[in-house]
C-alpha cells in the first residue's frame, strides 16, 4: 500500500487585505434565503418528460416478465423501458476500489435490473411522460411477476455455510477481505496485563439530505447536458462517458444549487444514467426526481458495520496494540466505491494514540439490502466508536480514570508516523482535551452528578477524543498502486483576473452548502488585493474551469482550497512582473500591501491589480517574452493527508425509568488548523453533531428479515429537528498544517467523527449504578429501558447480550446474531 | 381524468385564475404553475417542512394542501415576504447569523419562524425550538437557526435585545 | 408523493356534504384539514374516487354551553390548544407541529380513529361525545362507541361527523403525558388524567385515558377503580398506576414492544396522576 510522506510545504503571507480568518457572512445567502437559487428540480426545458421508476417490491427475487403494454396506452406516456432496452449501455454501474492482489466481487449493477433485483426498490422499468403525474399512475400499471428467492439480510448470517448465496457466480456472499496490520500485534497481546474486547454494531443510517436527488438531462445537437443534484459532477461525466460510450466532449454535467449531500450525493446513480440514455433515445428532456421514499430506498445508505475490537494493555495504562475486525454489510450490489469505506476505519485505527501495533481485518459481504458508500465521516466514525468505547472499558478494567488513560496514550511529537504508515501531520491533543475540559468543568458536574442521583435523576457524562484523516489525497497513496482507487485526487483550481481587476475562480470541488463562495473568495482576495464581493468563484460545471476531483471527505479546503491560493499566487506573481516592469524595479522588490502592488520602500509608487489588468490584456509593455492575460491554472496533488482532531464531552439525562436520553449540555473543542472563515466552522461543528446525535439517539434504517425497508419516510427514519436537540457550547484551537501552504485541515465531517461515543458514554455514565456498561446505537427509550431491565436482572429484558463473543471466534464466517431489533433488544 | 377545477387564489398579493386537476398539491401547483421554485419539496409525510407557505396568515404545509383547498385564499411563499434590497427581518437574520448551508429548508424555516414571531414576538430558546419542530434541517444544528430567530426577534421589537453580531460585510 | 386521481366536491353545507357522500358510496372519503388522508393518499395507501372538501361548509368555532365545550369539527388543533379548554387544550398543542396544528381539525382526527392520535383518548377520558349527521338526520355518538377497530369508527360512510362535545370537567385536575421519540411523531403511548378531588382531599373521581395501547382509545379502568373514593397520596397513586395496563393490547411496533408500552402506561399514569392531583 502506497504510503504518503511527510514533507513540508511552506506556508505563505497572502500580502492583502486579511479577510483570511474573517467572519464574513456568506455570498451565497442572498439568493437561497430569498427563494432565487436554482436547484435541479426547479429546472424544466421546454418538451421534458418526467421519468417515474418502476421498483422491485421484492429484496430477492428472479424477474419472470414484465409487462408494459398498459402502461403505454395511458395518455401523455411516451415510452416505457426496461433492462433489455438499455442493452446498448457500454458498462454497468463502475466501482472504482481495486486493491492490488485483492479480489473484490463487483457483480454487474445496471440502471434498470438484468433477469433478477437483489433488493427492495431496485429500478426495473421506467416511464416517460409528459405528464409529472400521468407518469405516476402509469408506473402503477407496468406488471412484474417475480419469481421470490430466499432472503440474507444478517451479513453474518450471510457468511454462514448455507446462507442464500445473492450473487450465484461467486458461490459467496463475501465481497472481499482485507488486513490493514503494521506492528507486531501478537507482541502486543502476548506482552499485555489486560486485554478489553468488545462487540459493537454500527448500524445502518441514511445520509437523508432534505433535497431529494433530482436529474434532468438534454439531448440537444449531438451532445447530452446533464444537471444533477450531485456532489461529483466531474466524477460523474467521466462515468457518464464510460457507461454510456459518448466522449466526454459530448457531455456536460452541472451541480446546480444543491441541497445537501453528507456523501449521499457522492455518487453516479443509475437513475443520472438512466435519464441521459432516455434524453438521448427520444431527443427530449428527461427529468426525474426522487421522492423521499424512494431517497430512503435508494440513496445509499451509511455505516453498517459489525465490528469486533480487543485493546491490549500494561498495568500503567499503556496501550500495546489495538485489533479490529470490521464486518462491513455492503448491500446486494455496490455504487461508486461502498466496499473501500471500511479501510477508512483501518486509516484512523490507532485513534490519537501511540498504539505500537495496530491490525484492522475487514469483511465484505452481500445481503439483500440496498448499497451502503460514504455517509459523512465514512468509516472514521465508526472508528472512533469503536476505539473510544472500548478505551472507556478499558480504563474501568484498569481502575483508571478515562481521561488519564487518554492523556497517557495520546500521541504527542509530530508529524508522527504510525504503525501501519500513516503520518499524522501535527496535534495538540492535550490541548484540545484541557480547553474542553475548562469549558465544561468536570468537578463541578461530578458533584452535581452525585446530588442528583441521590435524588434518583441519573446523569452522565462522556468523552471522546478523536483524530480523523481528511483531504483525500495523496494520489500516489489512494490511487491505483496505492489502495487501489481508479482515479486521482489532486484539485484543480483556475483565478481568472478580469480587464477591470474583477476575478473569476474556477474550482474543482462542488459544494452544496458548504460556502465556498464565500470562503475561497477570501483566499483569492488576500492573494490578489482585491475584496472578495469582485471575486465569484465558480463550481459545479463540466464546461467551465478545469477538470475537478469535487466535494467529499472534507477535502475542499485543505486540497481544493490550496489549489485555489496557489493559482492566486501565480497570478500574483504575474502581477509582480508585469508591475516590476513598468515601475522599473526588480519583481522580488514588489510588495501587495492593502491591495496595493507597491515598490519595497517606496510606498507612493504602487499598481492595483486593475491596474495590471489592463497592461496584461492590452498587452503593449509587458516585460519580455511575458504572454498576455492575467489568468493562471493549478492542479494540486497534496503529499499526505491532513489530520484533524478534538475532544468532544456530553452530558446527558436519561430518564431511567422510561428510557429516554436528552442531551443537557454538549461542549466540544476542534482543531482543524487556522481558521479561513470561522462561522463556517462553526456551522459545520453544528451540523455535524447533530448528524451524529441522530445515530446515536434517533436514526436507523432498518429491514425485516424478508428484506423490506421498514424506516421508509421521514415518519420511521427519526431525524432530529430543533425541538430534539440543545444547542452547543464550541470552541477552537488552531495547529497549522504542515501538508498545505494555508496550514488548513477540513472541517465538514469532524464533529460527526467524534460525537457518537461521547453521546453513547455519557449514558453508560449516568446508568453505572445501575449495572449497565454496554448498549448499541441508537438509544432509542426501548433499548435503554432494555438494558436496564437486563442489568437489573429483570424479566422482560433481553435474555442475551452480543458481548459473549471475541474476535478470535469469528473467524469471517462464525455465527452470530445481527443487529437487533425491537423484539430482542441491543443490550447488556 | 377528473374534471378540472377552477381555483382563484392571491398568491404574493397577485390574484391567479387557473383550472386544476383536483390531486394538483398547492405546492406543485406553486412550483410548477406560478413558477415560485422557493418553495421546496423534501418529503412525502408532511415531516420536513421544506414546502411551508402561509395560508390566509397561518404556516401549512404546502405538500399536504390540494391546491383547490386554497381557492378564496391568500397565499404568501418566501417569495413574497422580502428580495434583495428589502429583506424581511428573518431573511436577514438568517443571513447574519449564518442560519443555513445548502439553503434547501430555509425558505420552509423562515415561514414558519415568521408564524411563530406573529404570534410570540419574544420567544425563548425553547419556544423557538418547539414552533421549528415541523422543520428539519441536515446542515446547520439548528443552533445558527435559532440565534437567527431570536435577532430577528429583537429586531422588530425595535432593535432591543441581542444585538447583532461585528463582521464585515461582502 | 402524488395522489391517485379523484373527483372532487366542495359543498356549501353539510347536507350537499351527506348527498355527495351517499352518491359516492364506499369510495368517498370527507377531506376537513387533509392532515390524516392527504398523507396516505400522496403513498397510494388510500386512494377514495371522490373526496367531499368540508371548507365551505363552517363547522368552526368554540362555544360553552350547559358546562361543556361544543366545538365545531372543522376547528383546528391550534384553535383548540389555545382555547383554554383544559386537558383537551394540552392535548391537541402536542400534536405534531406547528403546521400541521394550523391544518389538522378535532374532527378530521376523531373521524380518521387512529389510535395513535391524542384527541381519541381525551374526549373517552371526558366522557365527551360527537355529533353526525347522515341522509337520516343527526345523531349522538358517546365517546366510548365512537372508535370501534383500528382506523375504523361508528360513523357511516354517509355521515359527517359536525360536531364535538366536550364536558367542562369543571374542578378537575388535569393532565396528559405523550412519551414519543420526537417532539412531532405520533404518541408511541399517550395518558391522559383528570382528577376530581373531595374536599377531605381524597379522589372523588378519577378519569384515565390511554392512547396507542390498543386498536382504540381506552380507559384505563382498573387504576381508575383503585383511586377512586380513596385517598390521593403517591402511595396510592403508584399503587394504582401499577394496573394502568390492565386490559389494554398494545400494538407493537419498530420503537415499542407491547410490554415496553404497558411499562410505559404504567409510569405515564403515575405521572399523569400526580399532576393532576397535584401530588
Redesign the interface.
Known amino acids: 500500500m502506497g504510503v504518503p510522506g511527510g514533507e513540508t510545504a511552506e506556508r505563505t503571507e497572502p500580502g492583502g487585505n486579511g479577510f483570511v480568518g474573517q467572519a464574513l457572512r456568506r455570498k451565497e445567502d442572498p439568493r437561497l434565503i430569498t427563494g432565487r437559487a436554482t436547484y435541479t428540480d426547479d429546472m424544466v426545458l421546454p418538451g421534458t418528460l418526467y421519468a417515474a421508476i418502476v421498483r422491485s417490491p421484492e429484496a430477492h427475487a428472479r424477474i419472470l416478465s414484465i409487462d408494459t403494454a398498459a402502461a403505454r396506452e395511458l395518455q401523455g406516456v411516451e415510452a416505457v423501458f426496461t433492462g433489455e432496452d438499455l442493452a446498448d449501455l457500454a458498462a454497468p454501474c463502475p466501482m472504482v476500489w481495486a486493491p492490488p492482489g485483492v479480489e473484490v466481487h463487483v457483480p454487474d449493477h445496471w440502471p434498470l435490473a438484468r433477469g433478477k433485483v437483489g433488493y427492495v426498490g431496485q429500478p426495473v422499468a421506467v416511464v416517460l411522460g409528459r405528464d409529472k403525474y400521468g407518469v405516476v399512475d402509469a408506473a402503477e400499471q407496468v406488471m412484474v411477476e417475480y419469481d421470490s428467492l430466499p432472503v440474507v439480510t444478517d451479513p453474518e448470517q450471510a457468511l454462514e455455510e448455507g446462507a442464500p448465496i445473492i450473487h450465484e457466480e461467486y458461490g459467496t456472499n463475501k465481497v472481499f477481505e482485507w488486513s490493514l496490520p503494521g506492528g507486531d500485534i501478537e507482541a502486543a497481546f502476548r506482552d499485555a496485563d489486560v486485554v478489553v474486547e468488545k462487540r459493537i454494531v454500527n448500524h445502518r443510517t441514511a445520509g437523508a439530505a432534505i433535497e431529494p436527488r433530482s436529474a434532468l438531462a438534454e439531448w440537444r445537437e449531438g451532445k447530452l447536458t446533464l444537471w444533477s443534484a450531485t456532489q461529483i459532477p466531474h466524477i460523474c461525466r467521466v462515468i457518464l462517458s464510460i457507461q454510456l460510450g459518448l466522449t466526454e466532449d459530448k457531455i456536460r454535467v452541472v451541480a446546480p444549487e444543491v441541497g445537501g449531500g453528507f456523501g449521499s450525493k457522492l455518487q453516479v446513480y443509475g437513475e443520472e444514467v438512466l435519464v441521459c440514455w432516455c434524453a438521448r433515445k427520444l431527443g427530449k428532456p428527461v427529468k426525474w426526481t426522487a421522492t423521499r421514499s424512494e431517497e430512503m430506498a435508494t440513496t445509499h445508505h451509511g455505516r453498517d458495520q459489525i465490528d469486533y475490537v480487543r485493546i491490549g494493555a500494561k498495568r500503567d495504562g499503556t496501550v500495546t496494540g489495538i485489533h479490529a475486525k470490521i464486518i462491513q454489510d455492503c448491500g446486494s450490489y455496490h455504487l461508486i466505491e461502498g466496499p473501500v469505506i471500511p479501510t477508512f476505519s483501518a486509516c484512523v485505527i490507532s485513534g490519537c494514540y501511540d498504539f505500537p501495533a495496530v491490525q484492522t481485518d475487514i469483511v465484505g459481504v452481500f445481503t439483500n439490502k440496498f448499497t451502503t458508500d460514504a455517509i459523512r465521516g465514512a468509516g472514521r466514525p465508526e472508528a472512533t466508536h469503536m476505539i473510544e468505547l472500548t478505551m472507556d472499558e478499558l480504563a474501568r478494567e484498569l481502575d483508571m480514570d478515562p481521561l488519564e488513560l487518554r492523556r497517557k496514550n495520546f500521541i504527542k511529537e509530530f508529524p508522527n508516523e504510525r504503525p501501519h504508515g500513516f503520518i499524522y501531520d501535527s496535534g495538540d491533543y492535550d490541548a484540545t482535551l484541557d480547553r474542553c475540559l475548562e469549558m465544561l468543568d468536570l468537578e463541578a458536574f461530578r458533584r452535581e452528578q452525585a446530588e442528583l442521583r441521590e435524588r434518583g435523576v441519573y446523569r452522565g457524562v462522556g468523552f471522546s477524543t478523536y483524530v480523523e484523516i481528511c483531504g483525500l489525497g495523496p494520489s500516489r497513496a489512494l490511487g491505483p498502486d496505492g489502495w487501489g482507487m481508479q482515479g486521482g485526487y489532486f484539485e484543480s483550481a483556475q483565478v481568472r483576473v478580469h480587464p477591470t481587476g474583477s476575478v473569476t475562480a474556477y474550482t474543482g470541488t462542488s459544494p452544496h452548502g458548504q460556502g465556498h463562495e464565500t470562503g475561497f473568495a477570501q483566499i483569492v482576495a488576500d492573494r490578489l488585493g482585491v475584496t472578495p464581493d469582485v471575486v465569484d468563484v465558480i463550481h459545479g460545471d463540466t464546461s467551465t474551469g478545469p477538470f475537478g476531483k469535487n466535494t467529499y471527505g472534507s477535502r475542499s479546503l485543505a486540497v481544493g482550497g490550496e489549489a485555489i491560493a496557489r493559482a492566486a499566487e501565480k497570478v500574483q506573481a504575474k502581477a509582480k512582473r508585469i508591475v516590476a516592469h513598468k515601475l522599473e524595479a526588480a519583481p522580488e522588490d514588489i510588495e501587495l500591501v492593502d491591495g496595493r502592488y507597491q515598490v519595497r520602500g517606496s510606498p507612493d509608487k504602487a499598481m492595483t491589480i486593475a491596474d495590471v489588468a489592463g497592461e496584461a490584456y492590452i498587452p503593449a509593455d509587458l516585460p519580455e517574452g511575458m504572454e498576455a492575460g492575467l489568468d493562471e491554472m493549478c492542479f494540486y496533488d497534496p503529499d499526505n493527508f491532513v489530520w484533524p482532531f478534538g475532544a468532544h464531552a456530553c452530558i446527558s439525562e436519561v430518564d431511567a425509568e422510561t428510557g429516554r436520553v436528552d442531551i443537557v449540555r454538549y461542549v466540544c473543542v476542534d482543531d482543524c488548523g487556522p481558521a479561513i472563515n470561522p462561522l463556517l466552522i462553526d456551522g459545520q461543528i453544528h451540523g455535524g453533531i447533530v448528524h451524529a446525535v441522530g445515530q446515536a439517539l434517533y436514526e436507523q434504517v432498518v429491514y425485516d428479515e424478508e428484506g423490506q425497508l421498514v424506516t421508509g419516510t421521514f415518519v420511521d427514519y427519526a431525524l432530529p429537528s430543533a425541538a430534539d436537540v440543545p444547542s452547543f457550547e464550541t470552541d477552537r484551537t488552531e495547529t497549522p498544517s504542515p501538508t498545505n501552504t494555508l496550514g488548513v485541515k477540513g472541517v465538514g465531517e469532524a464533529a460527526t467523527i467524534a460525537c457518537s461515543p461521547a453521546v453513547v458514554a455519557s449514558v453508560l455514565d449516568a446508568l453505572r449504578p445501575l449495572g449497565v456498561t454496554s448498549i448499541d446505537m441508537p438509544l432509542t427509550p426501548m433499548r435503554v429501558w432494555q438494558a436496564i431491565q437486563a442489568a437489573q436482572g429483570r424479566g422482560d429484558g433481553p435474555a442475551a447480550t452480543e458481548q459473549g463473543r471475541t474476535l478470535d471466534e469469528h473467524g469471517g464466517g462464525a455465527a452470530g446474531s445481527g443487529p437487533t431489533g425491537p423484539e430482542e433488544g441491543g443490550a447488556s | ?3 378540472s ?1 377552477r381555483l382563484e387564489v392571491t398568491v404574493n398579493g397577485e390574484r391567479h385564475v387557473s383550472e386544476v ?5 398547492l405546492v ?1 401547483y406553486l ?2 404553475e406560478l413558477g ?15 414546502c ?1 407557505v402561509h ?1 390566509n396568515g ?4 404546502s ?4 391546491a ?2 386554497a ?1 378564496g385564499a391568500e397565499v404568501t ?3 413574497g415576504i ?3 434590497g428589502a ?1 424581511h427581518p428573518l ?1 436577514e437574520a ?3 447569523h ?1 442560519g ?8 420552509g424555516m ?1 415561514m ?1 419562524a415568521a ?2 414571531l406573529a404570534r410570540n414576538p419574544e420567544p425563548g ?1 425553547h419556544e ?19 440565534k437567527a430567530v431570536q435577532a430577528a426577534a429583537a429586531q422588530s421589537r425595535g432593535g432591543q435585545g441581542q444585538p447583532a ?1 461585528e ?4 | 408523493m402524488i395522489p391517485a386521481d379523484f373527483e372532487y366536491v366542495a359543498p356549501e353545507s353539510v347536507d350537499e356534504a351527506v348527498a355527495a357522500l351517499r352518491e359516492g358510496g364506499e369510495d368517498a372519503k370527507l377531506l376537513a384539514g387533509g392532515h390524516s388522508l392527504l398523507p396516505l393518499m400522496k403513498l397510494r395507501l388510500a386512494a377514495p374516487r371522490l373526496l367531499v372538501d368540508l371548507r365551505r361548509v363552517g363547522l368552526t368555532g368554540i362555544e360553552r354551553e350547559d358546562g361543556a365545550f361544543r366545538i365545531g369539527a372543522m376547528t383546528t388543533h391550534h384553535q383548540v390548544a389555545t382555547a383554554g379548554l383544559g386537558l383537551a387544550s394540552a392535548a391537541a398543542a402536542t400534536i405534531a407541529d406547528q403546521q400541521v396544528r394550523n391544518r389538522g381539525t378535532i374532527g378530521g382526527s376523531l373521524a380518521h380513529g387512529d389510535t395513535a392520535a391524542d384527541m381519541p383518548a381525551v374526549l373517552l377520558a371526558c366522557e365527551g361525545e360527537v355529533t353526525a349527521r347522515g341522509p337520516g338526520g343527526e345523531r349522538t355518538i358517546p365517546a366510548a362507541e365512537l372508535v370501534r377497530d383500528y382506523l375504523t369508527t361508528a360513523l357511516e360512510p354517509d355521515e359527517v361527523l359536525t360536531e364535538v362535545r366536550l364536558p367542562g370537567m369543571d374542578g378537575y385536575g388535569f393532565a396528559y403525558e405523550k412519551f414519543n421519540r420526537r417532539v412531532e411523531d405520533w404518541a408511541m403511548v399517550g395518558v391522559c388524567a383528570l382528577v376530581r378531588k373531595a374536599p377531605d382531599g381524597s379522589c372523588e373521581d378519577v378519569r384515565i385515558g390511554l392512547t396507542h395501547m390498543g386498536a382504540t382509545p381506552l380507559r384505563a379502568s382498573a387504576a381508575e377503580d383503585a383511586l377512586r373514593g380513596g385517598p390521593l397520596d403517591a402511595g396510592a397513586i403508584e399503587r394504582a398506576a401499577e394496573q394502568a395496563a390492565e386490559g389494554t393490547s398494545p400494538p407493537a411496533d419498530l420503537n415499542a414492544t407491547a410490554d415496553y408500552k404497558r411499562h410505559l402506561a404504567r409510569v405515564l399514569t403515575r405521572r399523569a396522576l400526580g399532576a393532576a392531583a397535584g401530588t
Open positions: 381524468m377528473s374534471a377545477v386537476e383536483p390531486r394538483l398539491l406543485h412550483r410548477d415560485l421554485t422557493g418553495t421546496h419539496v423534501g418529503c412525502d409525510t408532511s415531516n420536513c417542512g421544506a411551508t395560508l397561518d404556516a401549512v404545509k405538500c399536504t394542501v390540494l383547490v383547498q381557492d411563499t418566501i417569495e422580502g428580495q434583495e429583506l431573511q438568517f443571513w447574519e449564518h443555513l448551508q445548502c439553503g434547501y429548508c430555509t425558505p423562515i414558519a408564524d411563530l430558546e423557538i425550538r418547539d414552533a421549528l419542530a415541523g422543520n428539519l434541517c441536515r446542515c446547520t444544528g439548528y443552533q445558527n437557526i435559532v453580531r463582521e464585515v460585510t461582502v
